[in-house]
């Protein structure tokens, strides 16, 4: 799917036999572009790891002069020792041979050669000591700027981390409800959490990793032939070994670690769907099924696991075995050059030094790897939800809904679910002037929560339309029309906070009179103020501190707060004792006055005054009319009625039977 606010993708394509994700190709560069944000900011971290890089690769051309000056000042040391006991004569036949072992000229006699001698045994502490100290300068400068490089590579990894979060979340928030009704929570959570961490890590360190290996190997290549190119050959066979062992296990785990995901997922969605519920759970006595279950999705995200450390375990021992084969190598090699005389001790050093730091970053690829396979596999996840396409988006040019009448209209509106092939409304047509209080009767399933479901543009009617004050709803901005509904749901969703928080929901800048007022059209003053903390109670998660009744009457509150033109009410009084749904029902009498209602309730006795009832059957409007009208004109009407009377008389001769020892 694409999204024209993210960037112009194609969608990210799922296997057929497995359902996995398959990337299509440059995702992680379009993650690095999150970075690229920053620019200046984004740059600082690879400019400070090249000079502490750059602070490394001089460390061992000062191991090398240290080692040369202490070499050159033994053996001059040791020489002029000799030179006093060695009779003349010998010394006039070996001097030329001694020369050129010291590379010194062959033309300078027994005097000159004394001479250079003591300068060297003299030299050697000052070259020693400049070494030591230059090692030491490079030292703190690889120190400084690894410090920087690391804090700033954090900070960026942090920021990127941040835009993705609050990317998802907006994103999350815009999509339609028909993208949620296919989602899992628990999916969603690891998308925002888990794969967005593993991908910062990968941006925050494993990219700076990689750089880092980068310029170290290619440093290390041109240090190496430019001190013995006849040696760095022999040590030049284990870069396309390592790098083609490398590009394996890379198209190896990186599904691997894509499958780890989706085990994670679905382990967090079994968790939360288990706290949500915990208490269906132990009134049916499932905790063991519940656990076995868990336990079932924890063994499977396990073995995954496993799988990976056990493909890596692998890789990690064969990496080192190619790197100690390049070790034997050099020293083999570089030891029948120093027996040769082509090499000097301090140089042999030197290039020991260097092949430290071509195999290190050969070492570093394997971490890389594993970083980089689990940042690729999240950023699929991350961006199949920023490239999902909502069904219900403005038009460019929406205009702003102005204050409505409440004059609403149904046009011939089908409507079928995603993936449905049965639609769940069939050519409804209906129309309802402003004021109206209008009733929806229906078994369950024939559509009544559907219809309400449009009226907000929770979705988008299949086929024909709907008008509000002439104004078809999908022309208008969805803050302007969302704006001018009350809703009162079947199902309450109270929030983490306090009542008032609560109620002041969708109007947060309400005062303290008008929360009030709201809370006593709904029944809910007296309950709340029974609370020692009053308003200002805690409500506790999902609103477990409260009954059903009170979640229902506060989030009764919560509509009218907004005092909207049109109120819709799904069973507002389904969860509240008849004593109070009497209270409810004769404060609605009063609220709906001068707005446009729709009400969905089981019982005719609740909507019997509506000045529209619509009853429902199987997606259609099978009878609409007054409550006199329809007894008269509808069979399926007079059955609801009659069998709801029949109910009521029942359950009004259980209410008067009184139990001995009552």
């Not at 409260?546 to 005092?563: H, M």
Request: net charge neutral; charged share 20%; aromatic share 8%.
């Amino acid at each position: 799917m694409v999204n024209n606010e993210i960037g112009h993708r194609r969608p990210e394509k799922l296997s057929s036999a497995t359902g996995e994700l398959k990337p299509t190709g440059g995702v992680m560069r379009r993650a690095l572009r999150y970075l690229s944000r920053y620019r200046t900011q984004a740059l600082l971290p690879y400019v400070f790891l090249t000079i502490a890089t750059l602070a490394q690769l001089a460390v061992p051309r000062m191991v090398r002069n240290m080692i040369d000056a202490v070499t050159r000042g033994a053996i001059a040391d040791q020489v002029l020792k000799a030179l006093e006991r060695i009779p003349a004569t010998f010394i006039n036949q070996a001097l030329p041979r001694i020369l050129d072992v010291l590379n010194y000229p062959t033309t300078w006699d027994l005097q000159q050669l004394r001479d250079r001698l003591s300068q060297d045994v003299s030299h050697a502490p000052g070259d020693l000591m400049r070494a030591a100290i230059a090692i030491l300068a490079f030292a703190v400068v690889r120190g400084l700027f690894a410090f920087l490089q690391s804090y700033w590579a954090e900070r960026n990894s942090q920021a990127v981390a941040f835009d993705l979060r609050n990317e998802l979340y907006a994103k999350i928030q815009r999509l339609s409800f028909s993208y949620h009704d296919r989602q899992q929570t628990g999916q969603l959570m690891v998308r925002a959490t888990d794969d967005v961490e593993k991908l910062r890590l990968f941006l925050g360190q494993g990219l700076l990793q990689l750089v880092g290996a980068i310029i170290l190997l290619t440093g290390t290549l041109i240090l190496l032939f430019s001190t013995n190119p006849g040696l760095a050959l022999t040590t030049l066979w284990i870069l396309p070994v390592a790098l083609v062992l490398f590009a394996v296990f890379s198209r190896i785990s990186r599904p691997m670690f894509t499958r780890v995901q989706q085990r994670l997922s679905e382990l967090n969605t079994i968790l939360q769907e288990n706290l949500a519920g915990i208490k269906v759970i132990k009134a049916f006595v499932r905790e063991r099924e519940e656990q076995a279950k868990f336990r079932s999705a924890a063994d499977r995200l396990m073995n995954q696991q496993i799988a990976i450390a056990r493909l890596f375990t692998f890789l990690f021992p064969f990496a080192f075995l190619i790197a100690n084969l390049g070790q034997a190598t050099i020293l083999y090699a570089g030891g029948q050059r120093i027996i040769q005389g082509l090499l000097t001790l301090g140089e042999w050093q030197e290039f020991s030094l260097y092949l430290v730091f071509l195999f290190l970053p050969i070492a570093q690829f394997g971490f890389i790897i594993n970083q980089f396979s689990q940042a690729s596999a999240s950023a699929v996840r991350i961006f199949e939800i920023l490239d999902a396409q909502s069904d219900v988006v403005e038009k460019p040019n929406a205009i702003v809904l102005p204050p409505i009448q409440g004059h609403v209209k149904f046009e011939n509106v089908s409507f079928r679910y995603f993936g449905s092939g049965e639609p769940v409304l069939k050519n409804v047509s209906f129309e309802v002037q402003p004021g109206q209080t209008v009733a929806l009767l229906g078994a369950t399933g024939s559509g009544k929560t559907t219809i309400i479901n449009l009226i907000p543009r929770f979705y988008d009617p299949t086929e024909g339309r709907i008008l509000i004050d002439g104004y078809d709803i999908r022309d208008v901005t969805l803050q302007s029309l969302r704006s001018q509904i009350g809703i009162v749901l079947q199902e309450t969703t109270l929030f983490s906070g306090t009542i008032r928080d609560n109620i002041a929901f969708g109007k947060p800048d309400a005062t303290m009179d008008e929360i009030i007022a709201a809370a006593k059209a709904a029944a809910a003053h007296d309950f709340i103020m029974s609370f020692p903390q009053g308003y200002d109670t805690l409500v506790g998660e999902r609103g477990t501190t409260l009954s059903g009744g009170q979640k229902q009457r506060i989030a009764l509150a919560r509509a009218l707060l907004l005092n909207p033109r049109i109120l819709i009410l799904d069973e507002a009084t389904s969860n509240v004792d008849v004593a109070t749904e009497v209270q409810i029902q004769t404060a609605l009498q009063q609220l709906m006055k001068g707005r446009t209602s729709f009400v969905i309730a089981q019982r005719i006795s609740t909507v019997m005054n509506a000045d529209l009832i619509l009853v429902l059957d199987r997606g259609q409007i099978v009878a609409q009319g007054r409550h006199e009208d329809l007894l008269e004109e509808s069979e399926i009407y007079a059955e609801i009625y009659s069998s709801q009377l029949l109910d009521d008389e029942a359950q009004f001769t259980a209410d008067a039977v009184i139990l001995p020892g009552d």
